[in-house]
Nanobody, 120 residues
Framework: QVQLVESGGGWVQPGGSLRLSCAAS????????MAWYRQAPEKERELVAS???????NSADSVKGRFTISRDNTKNTVYLQMNRLKPEDTAVYYC??????????????WGQGTQVTVSS
């Protein structure tokens, strides 16, 4: 069984920083693209940033220049460094990854989500 476990969410004042982590565990053969999504109350889930297995990144216009996605393939972990946070960044942040387990083809997995609240 494969799991994605997020950590690092919390409350921060506007202008502050947080770093999210998401570790994949289980019977993993390979991991492809990893990504962070977010969902604010009464809004649809949206892509924040993604990173391929070779390190190519993509991010939403709303976070460009403030958020940085990275990964450590030796730890099966993806990170999201969030700087200059704004109240509109408040949301539940979800980790997503294309994982090839040792026992099947590639499956898209989601983490359980971690709350990020930006307010004064």
């Amino acid at each position: 069984q494969v799991q994605l476990v997020e950590s690092g969410g919390g409350w921060v004042q506007p202008g502050g920083s947080l770093r999210l982590s998401c570790a994949a565990s289980g019977s993993i053969f390979a991991i492809g693209t990893m990504a962070w999504y977010r969902q604010a109350p009464e809004k649809e889930r949206e892509l924040v940033a993604s990173i391929t297995s070779r390190g190519r990144t993509n991010s939403a216009d709303s976070v460009k220049g403030r958020f940085t996605i990275s990964r450590d393939n030796t730890k099966n972990t993806v990170y999201l460094q969030m700087n200059r946070l704004k109240p509109e960044d408040t949301a539940v942040y979800y980790c997503n990854a294309d994982v090839t387990p040792t026992y099947s083809g590639t499956i898209n997995y989601w983490g359980q989500g971690t709350q990020v609240t930006v307010s004064s």
